[in-house]
T-cell receptor
Framework: NAGVTQTPKFQVLKTGQSMTLQCAQD?????MYWYRQDPGMGLRLIYY???????DKGEVPNGYNVSRLNKREFSLRLESAAPSQTSVYFC????????????FGQGTRLTVV | EDQVTQSPEALRLQEGESSSLNCSYT??????LFWYRQDPGKGPEFLFT???AGEEKEKERLKATLTKKESFLHITAPKPEDSATYLC??????????FGTGTRLQVFP
């Protein structure tokens, strides 16, 4: 059982380049999340999707876009990468709306130079 | 605004020295409070879910408790392998999941 799979694991971008971070889950979960984690800042929510076809902004959405392609997949796009977007990105999914825990992928380490 | 605050930021313990981590929160309609453990270079790993004030959960040397405004993670007689960052999160009525900044725990032999 793969759980939550993120690709790529590592990426280096030049300022201004674009890229899409992919996330897929095989647990038939309804809710999916994208976070970024920076030293001393904890996990900050970028966007989330409570169900297929819906997306909502989190705490730090500026500079990002998301697509809930289907129930399995939730992608995060950086249209014009900036050094401030250097971070570790985590995708998570949760079985049901309400009182259930989220499961995390292993993260994507992104460096923007 | 939904918010989660964890304290202390860092905690150093001697092996066997019990202590507690704090998570205080404000949330629009609590749909669950979650504790996670995170090891360096890895994603957070789920520990506990608490739903209502007065609830307690235990797992090995860890015990989580919940009141209307805060949660505690009690660590009894910790071992070096308990060293990690412990994260607290709350889910609100819109399914938003908000994390605190974590407590970095180091347990020395």
């Amino acid at each position: 059982n793969a759980g939550v799979t993120q690709t790529p694991k590592f990426q280096v971008l030049k300022t201004g380049q674009s890229m899409t971070l992919q996330c897929a889950q095989d647990m038939n979960h309804n809710s999916m999340y994208w976070y970024r984690q920076d030293p001393g800042m904890g996990l900050r929510l970028i966007y989330y999707s409570a169900s297929e076809g819906t997306t909502d902004k989190g705490e730090v959405p500026n500079g990002y876009n998301v697509s809930r392609l289907n129930k399995r997949e939730f992608s995060l796009r950086l249209e014009s990468a900036a050094p401030s977007q250097t971070s570790v990105y985590f995708c998570a999914s949760s079985p049901l709306r309400g009182n259930t825990e989220a499961f995390f992928g292993q993260g994507t380490r992104l460096t923007v130079v | 605004e939904d918010q989660v605050t964890q304290s202390p930021e860092a905690l150093r313990l001697q092996e066997g020295e019990s202590s507690s981590l704090n998570c205080s929160y404000t949330v629009s309609g609590l749909r669950g409070l979650f504790w996670y453990r995170q090891d360096p270079g890895k994603g957070p790993e789920f520990l506990f879910t608490l739903y209502s004030a007065g609830e307690e959960k235990e797992k090995e040397r860890l015990k989580a408790t919940l009141t209307k405004k805060e949660s505690f993670l009690h660590i009894t007689a910790p071992k070096p392998e308990d060293s990690a960052t412990y994260l607290c999160a709350v889910r609100n009525v819109t399914d938003k999941l908000i994390f605190g900044t974590g407590t970095r725990l180091q347990v020395f032999p």
